[in-house]
């Protein structure tokens, strides 16, 4: 059992570029979700999926795209990256007994 | 929204020590979360535990959602157990949309 399954570990992009973050999970949990964690800003929630087909903004959602097509997958899209999405991202889905992070994506945008 | 409160923000143990780590939430909420950030960044989920107590080896945890309080027990510290200890709670009792952390207590077992 793999749990949230996140890829790539570490990303250097340059300004400009896009790029998607990986997560998958194998829980068959209907809720996932993406945060960001920042150096005095704790985590922040981008974006949430409360099932297949279903997406919803959260607090910080501008530059990125998501989409929900399985179960399993929640691929978080960067348009066009900017230094000020240098961060860790981390990836999550919610069971019965509560949420599960994947081990973080450490993304630098230069 | 709900504000969560975390104490103390800083810890510095002796391998062995045992230690309290305390939350405290302004609302009602009928779901909370323990986890441990390692030097390595990993979120790990430690407890989940909305009321009542749990136990997982050197470890355990307290919720009293009436008095809108949650401890987290360490016992006979160890290096491993060095990170941040964060807890977490819904935003709002009738959403999952978002878990509010609070800000963690930083815990240092040194050998």
């Known amino acids: 059992n793999a749990g949230v399954t996140q890829t790539p570990k570490f990303q250097v992009l340059k300004t400009g570029q896009s790029m998607t973050l990986q997560c998958a999970q194998d829980?068959?949990?209907?809720?996932m979700s993406w945060y960001r964690q920042d150096p005095g800003m704790g985590l922040r929630l981008i974006h949430y999926s409360v099932g297949a087909g279903i997406t919803d903004q959260g607090e910080v959602p501008n530059g990125y795209n998501v989409s929900r097509s399985t179960t399993e997958d929640f691929p978080l899209r960067l348009l066009s990256a900017a230094p000020s999405q240098t961060s860790v991202y981390f990836c999550?889905?919610?069971?019965?007994?509560?949420?599960?992070f994947g081990s973080g994506t450490r993304l630098t945008v230069v | 929204g709900i504000q969560v409160e975390q104490s103390p923000p800083d810890l510095i143990l002796q391998e062995g020590a045992n230690s309290t780590l305390r939350c405290n939430f302004s609302d009602s909420v009928n779901n909370l979360q323990w986890f441990h950030q390692n030097p390595w960044g990993q979120l790990i989920n430690l407890f989940y535990?909305?009321?009542g107590t749990k136990q997982n080896g050197r470890l355990s945890a307290t919720t009293v959602a009436t008095e809108r309080y949650s401890l987290l027990y360490i016992s006979s510290s160890q290096t491993t157990d060095s990170g941040v200890y964060f807890c977490?709670?819904?935003?709002?009792?009738?959403?999952?949309?978002?878990?509010?952390f609070g800000a963690g207590t930083q815990v240092v077992v040194t050998p």
């Open positions: 977490a709670v819904p935003e709002s009792t009738d959403s999952w949309g978002k878990l509010q």
């Open positions: 535990i909305p009321s």
């Open positions: 999550a889905s919610r069971g019965h007994e509560g949420y599960t």
């Open positions: 829980m068959n949990h209907e809720y």
